[in-house]
């Protein structure tokens, strides 16, 4: 039976997977900065409409002229995670509320309640900053965290999952494996998309019509350049966004490799529906991913293809924590453990 904070727990996490999706299309339409200021817009809680508040924002905002498309893209995503930040506040106080009761998670809850306030002032870091690349690649990161936190909450609470049996620790090593290789390449995606590098190259496979391109890793990969004045649009050189455009597409090999070796695997152990599911997010991630080189970047596949990349960590994030909690549940039922501490079995954490 679903522990209680179950199903808020799973409201969140699917307001947190819309919150990615409307952050990936605010980046896309250009509308990073579409309010000058935060966490208002021309210090007002909407986009200014009337010929009173245009006027209060041409002479407190000249440089920043009303785009109201752009503005409104910015707060609708700014109003859906602040009600996902409300969510989970009471996801955190209903766990300290319930702390003392078995399988009752505190720790994660209140971890993603910091997590959710750091998320915040990255937001307002990403419009006082101008979009540096390194604040709003961590904004994205940080969104992805939020997301996959929210959904380890709602597996802990749901208890609805059929045990695994125990499995290799091999399998479980590679699996971690699979999880940090996706990670990466979220960040490298990120890191793609703030520096505006998703069409230094047009082709494939080859780039520029050559497999290994004029690059400029040191400029692409300068993590400590300077802040300012603006990032939209980027700023660097051609050279750059082709080094960052291809070391996105080598990790997109590496990461498939993995995941195919870890979907065999999986099936070998008779988890056959896990390996289904990992190479379906797999495939529709790649699929995505070559039809942003192909077509351009159209905005619908390039909103999919971030809405692919947080289904492929899930379901890494579902995978690892089958695999762990089968391991915990094969040690708790080891006869040896078991008689040393008859209440072990109540306490583990994956439970």
Not at 139 to 150: D, E, N, P, V
Not at 219 to 226: D, M
Not at 315 to 327: D, E, H, K, M, Q
Request: with cysteine.
């Amino acid at each position: 039976m679903a522990k209680p904070g179950y199903r808020l727990a799973l409201f969140a996490t699917a307001l947190a997977l819309l919150v990615v999706m409307l952050g990936a299309y605010t980046r896309l339409t250009h509308a990073g900065l579409g309010c000058p200021d935060w966490p208002g817009c021309y210090g007002f809680i909407g986009v200014p409409q009337s010929a009173e508040q245009l006027a209060h924002a041409e002479q407190h905002y000249p440089q920043a002229p009303v785009e109201a498309h752009k503005g409104w893209n910015e707060m609708v995503h700014r109003y859906f995670a602040g009600s996902l930040g409300l969510l989970i506040l009471a996801l955190a106080i209903q766990a300290l509320r319930r702390r003392g009761e078995p399988g009752q998670p505190l720790k994660l809850p209140l971890l993603l309640l910091g997590l959710v306030t750091l998320q915040a002032a990255f937001g307002m870091w990403t419009v006082t900053l101008k979009l540096w690349p390194q604040v709003v690649t961590a904004h994205l990161l940080g969104g992805f965290a939020t997301l996959s936190l929210l959904l380890l909450l709602t597996l802990r609470l749901s208890a609805r999952w059929p045990a695994l049996p125990a499995l290799s620790v091999r399998l479980r090593r590679l699996a971690a494996l699979g999880l940090l290789l996706v990670i990466g390449q979220i960040a490298l995606g990120g890191w793609v998309s703030s520096n505006y590098a998703a069409v230094a190259c047009v082709d494939l496979p080859t780039c520029h019509g050559q497999w290994w391109p004029a690059m400029d890793f040191a400029n692409g990969f300068h993590l400590t350049q300077h802040i300012g004045p603006n990032y939209l649009g980027g700023q660097l050189d051609s050279d750059a966004r082709t080094a960052i455009h291809m070391t996105h597409r080598l990790g997109a090999v590496l990461v498939t490799l993995v995941l195919l070796l870890l979907a065999w695997q999986l099936k070998r152990h008779g988890q056959a529906r896990l390996a289904a599911l990992l190479l379906l997010a797999l495939a529709g991630q790649l699929s995505l991913g070559i039809s942003n080189v192909l077509l351009q970047l159209p905005l619908a596949v390039a909103v999919a293809h971030n809405l692919g990349g947080a289904v492929l960590l899930l379901t890494l994030v579902s995978i690892n924590y089958r695999l762990r909690r089968a391991s915990v549940m094969a040690v708790a039922a080891t006869p040896e453990r078991s008689s040393q501490d008859p209440t072990r079995s109540a306490q583990l954490p994956y439970a």
